[in-house]
Nanobody, 125 residues
Framework: QVQLVESGGGLVQAGGSLRLSCAAS????????MGWFRQAPGKEREFVVA????????DYADSVKGRFDISRDNAKNTVYLQMNSLQPEDTAVYYC??????????????????WGQGTQVTVSL
């Protein structure tokens, strides 16, 4: 089992930044590739970004490319999502998740074994 706990969400104005964290416990964090997904009200959950266990590769959704940055610190069992130039359409609950799958399977929620509870990000005009 891997337990994931997200933090760092909140309310920010358009153009602002937030940094989300996802702390893992349980099984070896570095065994897993990690992803971030989001779900806006009334919409399906969507892939945001993923990173390999050793930070060697990343994969961004087109909608966030150039604005969001994923990183991880295996010594701290934590994955981060730096979100810049936030827009109202980025408003959603953000979830981190752990998987042993790789590109492109990791773009699908079904590829993930463990999920956090989510953290709300709200971007106002």
């Amino acid at each position: 089992q891997v337990q994931l706990v997200e933090s760092g969400g909140g309310l920010v104005q358009a153009g602002g930044s937030l940094r989300l964290s996802c702390a893992a416990s349980g099984r070896t964090f570095s065994d897993y590739n990690m992803g971030w997904f989001r779900q806006a009200p009334g919409k399906e959950r969507e892939f945001v970004v993923a990173i390999t266990w050793n930070s060697g590769n990343t994969d961004y959704a087109d909608s966030v490319k150039g604005r969001f940055d994923i990183s991880r610190d295996n010594a701290k069992n934590t994955v981060y999502l730096q979100m810049n130039s936030l827009q109202p359409e980025d408003t959603a609950v953000y979830y981190c998740a752990a998987t042993r799958q790789y590109f492109r399977s990791w773009r699908y929620g079904g590829a993930y074994d463990y999920w956090g509870q989510g953290t709300q990000v709200t971007v106002s005009l």
